[in-house]
């Protein structure tokens, strides 16, 4: 089945250690986005990518790092700069990176901070 | 810049009652539309999207919107809910190749 993973589904971590989320997709997008998502705020984006090798900051990047080494990949580090990790993180990924395209989303991933 | 509101964060609905989820969006241009749902705990899929054309749109799960350029409004409906409706819905216009989404209204479905 073509789709969207994100694993580990629940992550802790103690404060002041850096956490990376997975995201994989095979559906042969070339794009893919982070968001954030906490309770009454809807999803904010972190970082997208709409090519290999290529990304960029979106409205709340600080405190957090990507890479996208390969098309179907595009990891996301938790930094201990971020001030306040604890959230639900979302991957998505679309076709080409065009506003018009429909973004697909995996599950998610629940990272609590101790 | 561009915005999204959806003033209701929460709804309750009996069964088998119609639906509305109102969005609001700031922007000058037609912009492209789309309503998202997400089901606890899970990732977010897409109902429906407007880019142009005819202002009614038809979307997955029975689900449809009407954009209204004169309200800047681009509400959701669905004629008969069932309790598998229950879930968080989202209202989202694209930037600048982005998509900035609406905070969200939770869908409660009475039995």
């Known amino acids: 089945d073509g789709g969207i993973t994100q694993s580990p589904k629940y992550l802790f971590r103690k404060e002041g250690q850096n956490v990376t989320l997975s995201c994989e997709q095979n559906?042969?997008?070339?794009?893919m986005y982070w968001y954030r998502q906490d309770p009454g705020q809807g999803l904010r984006l972190i970082y997208y990518?709409?090519?290999?090798?290529?990304?960029q900051k979106g409205d709340i990047a600080e405190g957090y790092s990507v890479s996208r080494e390969k098309k179907e990949s595009f990891p996301l580090t938790v930094t201990s700069a971020q001030k306040n990790p604890t959230a639900f993180y979302l991957c998505?990924?679309?076709?080409?990176?065009?506003?018009?395209?429909?973004?697909?989303f995996g599950p998610g991933t629940r990272l609590t901070v101790l | 810049a561009q915005s999204v509101t959806q003033p209701d964060i929460h709804i309750t609905v009996s069964e088998g009652a119609s639906l509305e989820l109102r969005c609001n969006y700031s922007?000058?241009?037609?912009?492209?539309l789309f309503w998202y749902v997400q089901s606890p705990g899970q990732g977010l899929q897409l109902l429906l999207k407007?880019?142009?054309?005819?202002?009614l749109v038809q979307g997955i799960k029975g689900f449809e919107a009407e954009f209204k350029r004169s309200q800047s409004s681009f509400n959701l409906r669905k004629p008969s809910v069932h309790w598998s409706d229950a879930a968080e819905y989202f209202c989202a216009v694209e930037r600048d190749d982005k998509i900035i989404f609406g905070k969200g209204t939770r869908l409660h479905i009475l039995p």
């Open positions: 922007y000058g241009a037609t912009p492209y």
């Open positions: 407007y880019f142009s054309g005819d202002t």
């Open positions: 559906l042969n997008h070339d794009a």
């Open positions: 990518s709409q090519i290999v090798n290529d990304f």
């Open positions: 998505a990924s679309s076709t080409s990176g065009s506003g018009a395209d429909t973004q697909y």
